[in-house]
């Protein structure tokens, strides 16, 4: 009951095919293969980052939000008037 042969697998294949059909399995296939693509590429983008730069990076976001946020406060403060 340990091994599951070659022929196991392909009648399992064959019965997931027929449930889903070869289009879903195909796009859960697609979906999968970018989760993991984007996974390794923010491990990869941690490991190369620096300490010293990890709050330097929050910084800018938080400044450019919030220069975002002004400007949309400011335009709809001369839109009031």
Not at 10 to 26: M, T
């Amino acid at each position: 009951m340990g091994n599951i042969g070659i022929w196991q697998l392909l009648i399992i294949l064959a019965i997931v095919l027929v449930i889903f059909g070869a289009k879903k399995l195909r796009n859960l296939g697609g979906d999968l293969g970018g989760a993991i693509k984007n996974f390794k590429q923010s491990m990869k983008d941690e490991e190369n980052a620096s300490p010293e730069s990890g709050g330097d990076d929050a910084k800018k976001i938080g400044s450019k939000s919030d220069r975002v946020i002004d400007a949309e406060v400011t335009s709809k403060e001369k839109n009031k008037s």
